[in-house]
């Protein structure tokens, strides 16, 4: 993953960071850096001769205290207003600001999937990711609207249809994002793959995402993948760790056998996240993996972790 060190060598006194750099450090996107400083002023990067951004550490908390904004339910478009203010309020916890923005944001996509629209839906779709962090759009508003949909498809005419439709939509857009994003990586190679049994992918493919925007490679290996297949991989394609993904029951000989026997031959890091590894914390550590759960953020602050402890 990117590191502080990767400091701009124009900058003598002060820390300056380029775009990349800051992108990696915090899982915003460049895209999303510039609309924050186009549209609402809320960082103000210097400029190198020729117009490439290069950001201080006072960027640098500013971004992060914009995250923990965010991260309470306030708009992007509030999020300056609140940041200058002399003593900035602590918002109260699940409160967020009103409109709800991401309810708005699930409107638009529920309304545009009832109409199989993929245009309006990629319309939705890609204004939030130009305007927020991806962990928090996959939290706040894609796994949501999967949760919706779910409840949805018995008694919804066509809701099995909208839920098909949306699942491949996802596949599409994360794969092409994850393949845009991984191409320019250069930090650790995680494995990621789901766990035998498991058929659903998108949760597996969001998590990926994020993954590439905090600097990591990945080598996606999708749904249902037998363990016996992955040490197979390991001898072919070094990688850094192992992070497997379920949200199903688990398949039978899982525990402790076959997780054991993949983590004596891996020779890196197995990791196991989603639901699975919350209901069966006590399974995964005995087979010594490491259980992540489902929230992305401390997932993949435990991985950098684990990975710096082992580079140590």
């Excluded at 306030?74 to 940041?83: C, D, N, R, V």
């Excluded at 949909?149 to 857009?173: C, D, I, M």
């Excluded at 037998?226 to 497997?244: E, F, K, S, Y």
């Excluded at 490491?290 to 684990?306: C, E, F, K, M």
Aim: charged share 20%; hydrophobic share 45%.
């Amino acid at each position: 993953m990117a590191t502080a060190t990767e400091r701009h060598p124009a900058a003598a006194e002060e820390a300056v960071y380029p775009i990349r750099t800051i992108s990696n450090l915090t899982g915003v996107n460049a895209v999303t850096l510039r609309a924050w400083e186009r549209r609402y002023g809320l960082i103000r990067p210097k400029r190198t001769p020729k117009g490439h951004r290069l950001y201080t550490e006072q960027d640098l908390e500013r971004i992060r205290q914009v995250l923990q904004l965010l991260e309470q339910g306030i708009a992007i478009s509030q999020a300056g207003q609140l940041l200058d203010q002399p003593a900035r309020p602590q918002a109260r916890g699940g409160e967020v600001s009103q409109p709800d923005v991401w309810e708005q944001y699930q409107n638009r996509m529920l309304n545009a999937l009832e109409q199989f629209d993929e245009a309006a839906l990629d319309s939705a779709y890609n204004d939030a990711l130009s305007l927020y962090p991806v962990e928090l759009v996959n939290t706040r508003l894609i796994a949501p609207l999967l949760r919706l949909l779910g409840q949805r498809w018995k008694t919804t005419p066509g809701g099995v249809a909208e839920e098909h439709f949306f699942s491949v939509y996802l596949r599409n857009k994360l794969g092409a994002r994850i393949h845009h994003l991984n191409a320019r990586r250069k930090g650790h190679l995680l494995l990621i793959a789901c766990l035998p049994g498991e058929q659903h992918e998108v949760g597996m493919l969001m998590f990926a995402l994020a993954a590439v925007s905090h600097g990591y490679q990945v080598l996606v290996l999708g749904a249902n993948l037998p363990l016996d297949q992955i040490p197979v991989v390991l001898q072919r394609r070094r990688c850094d760790a192992v992070v497997l993904s379920g949200s199903a029951r688990p398949a039978r000989g899982l525990f402790p056998d076959q997780l054991g026997a993949l983590v004596r031959q891996a020779g890196v890091p197995v990791f196991v996240g989603g639901a699975v590894a919350e209901r069966h914390k006590d399974d995964v550590e005995a087979a010594h993996a490491v259980a992540l759960g489902q929230t992305v953020q401390p997932a993949l602050q435990r991985i950098a972790a684990t990975l710096s402890t082992r580079s140590a």
